[in-house]
Each structure stands twice: as structure tokens, then as C-alpha cells.
């Protein structure tokens, strides 16, 4: 029997923008996420749920079912809502349904802290009206920037940096281009800009970089502007500068800031160059060279 666990909106936000060369909800043992809204009707679950999820069904003396289709025994992630759960502890609707998942499920169940009221009310852009998913929808599915620091740091790609609706939806107000290509004209107007014309090579050297990049993020942040850092994949780049940022302004050792971008976003990694220059960065910042590089994990 799988462990229950509770999850903030952040962590199912990032789940579900989690993406290789295309959306990993594409992926069919990705991702199950199954929405139970207490004291909500059919029709008001049919007006505003959170994209892709299904609606969990019970039986006719209350007892929740298995969703069909779904093999629970592979599926990485298995998530479990309702309107306002708080705690594990209660005899919610969510945590009910868990229950039943985790007796199938070999990974953890997931029930979402706050439910949707909390989710939606952080992401509303996430509201669905859409009750069934057709493949091909599936697979058209852009995700977004993946959320470093809840409503405030964004670690993305191109495509997201030139997004309209995303840089509206995430109140995008200041960005960090690490990549040899320049902003888009038609909106670089629109937002305050610190162009880092680095290519992806063991041979940069990106360190020259990160105290102007971490003084930047820092005065945009001051005046609570949401920054975005992208790089063309969203991999190497941009996951670095961010790292450095949070040795910068949080004081984490590269290990922690490491873990924080990786559990964030799985498929991050910075080039062994870069690893390097994270290393010296972190002597700088924090005195000593707390991290040891040389392990596997780097």
C-alpha cells in the first residue's frame, strides 16, 4: 500500500508543466489527477475544474471507485483534490479517495493542499471547462515555465519567454535572456530585460555573468516583479543562473540549490562547465566550497 502525501498548489503546478521535447502528460503512466469537489454539483465541476483532471466516481453507497483505464500501479504521479482539504488528517473527500487510490498505487498519493480553491485561485489559467481529453489535445498541451519561488521566479524556455498569454498569465514582468539570441522585437518593449548572450559550452564562462544576473533578479523582485530566467531548452542555461541566484539571495549551499531546481524541474542539468563555475560561485558567496562537485549526482 502506497504512503499519502500532501503537495502545495506550486508542487501540482509543476508537475504539471513538466516536459522533454513535449508535454509529459502526453506520457500515459505520467500523471493521474482526480478531482473530488465537496459539496459541488456535476454542473459546477463541468464549469471549473484543473486541466486534465478527472472526475472521481463512487459507487451507490458512497464508496469510491478505481478510474477506468488507468493502470495506478504504473502511473508516477497520482494526484487527489477537492474543494479545500487541508490536512491528512481529516476525513475529506480527497483524502478519502486517496485511500482507495494508495491501495492499488506503488508510488505515494498525492492529495493537494488546499484543493482547488487554492489552486485555482494561485493559477486560474489552469480552470478547465473541458470534461473529456482528446489525445491529439493532449499532445498540443504547451506547458509553462516551471515556478522556482512561488509567484515570483520562473525557470523556462524560449518558446515561454515569447509567449504572450504565458508572460500575461504569470504577470511576467522582467526577464533574464540567457542565450545568444535577442529578445523578440514585438515585446521587448513590454518588460524590463538582461540580455546574457552565452552559448551552451563547457567553454563559457557564465560566472562573469551571475553577480549582474543576481542584482538584477534581486531589484525586480524588490518591487515584487515576477522574473523569468529561459535559455533556448530551459536545461543548462537558464537552470544554472537560477542556482546561482539562490546562492545568491537565499544563502543555499550548491547542494541545496541543486535540489531545490531539481526537484522543481527533474530533467534540469547544467553542463559540466557549469557545474564548475556553480562550485567557484558558491566559494564566493558562501566563504567555502561546501559542495562536492566531483560526486556523480553533479
Known amino acids: 500500500m502506497a504512503n499519502l502525501v500532501l503537495c502545495k498548489p506550486t508542487e501540482l503546478y509543476n508537475i504539471l508543466n513538466q516536459s522533454t521535447k513535449f508535454s509529459r502528460l502526453a506520457e500515459p503512466n505520467y500523471l493521474c489527477l482526480l478531482g473530488k469537489f465537496y459539496a459541488r454539483s456535476k454542473r459546477e465541476y463541468n464549469e471549473g475544474h484543473i486541466?486534465?483532471?478527472?472526475?472521481?466516481?463512487?459507487?451507490?453507497?458512497?464508496?469510491?471507485?478505481?478510474?477506468?483505464?488507468?493502470?495506478?500501479?504504473?502511473?508516477?504521479y497520482c494526484v487527489v483534490y477537492d474543494g479545500?482539504?487541508?490536512?491528512?488528517?481529516?476525513?475529506?473527500?480527497?483524502?478519502?479517495?486517496?485511500?482507495?487510490?494508495?491501495?492499488?498505487?506503488?508510488?505515494?498519493?498525492?492529495?493537494?493542499?488546499?484543493?482547488?480553491?487554492?489552486?485555482s485561485a494561485n493559477y486560474h489559467f489552469f480552470r478547465s471547462q473541458k470534461v473529456f481529453w482528446m489525445p491529439q489535445e493532449i499532445d498540443d498541451f504547451q506547458p509553462y515555465p516551471i515556478?522556482?519561488?512561488?509567484?515570483?521566479?520562473?525557470?523556462?524556455?524560449?518558446?515561454?519567454?515569447?509567449?504572450?498569454?504565458?508572460?500575461?498569465?504569470?504577470?511576467?514582468?522582467?526577464?533574464?535572456?540567457?542565450?545568444?539570441?535577442?529578445?523578440?522585437?514585438?515585446?521587448?518593449?513590454?518588460?524590463?530585460?538582461?540580455?546574457?548572450?552565452?552559448?551552451?559550452?563547457?567553454?563559457?564562462?557564465?560566472?562573469?555573468?551571475?553577480?549582474?544576473?543576481?542584482?538584477?533578479?534581486?531589484?525586480?523582485?524588490?518591487?515584487?516583479?515576477?522574473?523569468?530566467v529561459s535559455s533556448k531548452l530551459g536545461i543548462s542555461r537558464s537552470s544554472t543562473v537560477v542556482m546561482a541566484y539562490l546562492m545568491y539571495h537565499k544563502q543555499?549551499?550548491?547542494?541545496?540549490?541543486?535540489?531545490?531546481?531539481?526537484?522543481?524541474k527533474p530533467n534540469m542539468r547544467p553542463n559540466r562547465g557549469f557545474v564548475m563555475q556553480l562550485s567557484e560561485w558558491e566559494n564566493r558567496v558562501m566563504g567555502q566550497q561546501s559542495t562536492d562537485v566531483s560526486d556523480p549526482n553533479f
Request: glycine share 4%; proline share 3%; hydrophobic share 35%.
Open 51 to 76: 486541466l486534465t483532471a478527472r472526475k472521481t466516481k463512487q459507487d451507490e453507497d458512497g464508496n469510491f471507485l478505481l478510474p477506468e483505464s488507468i493502470e495506478l500501479d504504473c502511473v508516477r
Open 84 to 119: 479545500n482539504t487541508a490536512s491528512l488528517d481529516s476525513d475529506s473527500p480527497a483524502v478519502e479517495c486517496a485511500k482507495v487510490m494508495a491501495k492499488i498505487c506503488h508510488n505515494p498519493v498525492t492529495v493537494l493542499k488546499g484543493g482547488y480553491e487554492l489552486f
Open 147 to 228: 515556478e522556482i519561488i512561488p509567484g515570483l521566479f520562473y525557470l523556462g524556455d524560449q518558446r515561454q519567454a515569447w509567449d504572450r498569454h504565458i508572460r500575461k498569465d504569470l504577470k511576467i514582468r522582467a526577464h533574464v535572456n540567457v542565450s545568444l539570441d535577442q529578445e523578440k522585437e514585438h515585446i521587448s518593449e513590454i518588460h524590463n530585460e538582461l540580455h546574457v548572450p552565452v552559448e551552451d559550452s563547457c567553454e563559457s564562462d557564465l560566472l562573469q555573468y551571475f553577480f549582474n544576473s543576481c542584482q538584477f533578479i534581486d531589484a525586480q523582485m524588490s518591487q515584487n516583479s515576477t522574473v523569468l
Open 252 to 264: 543555499y549551499s550548491l547542494k541545496e540549490a541543486w535540489m531545490h531546481v531539481l526537484k522543481c
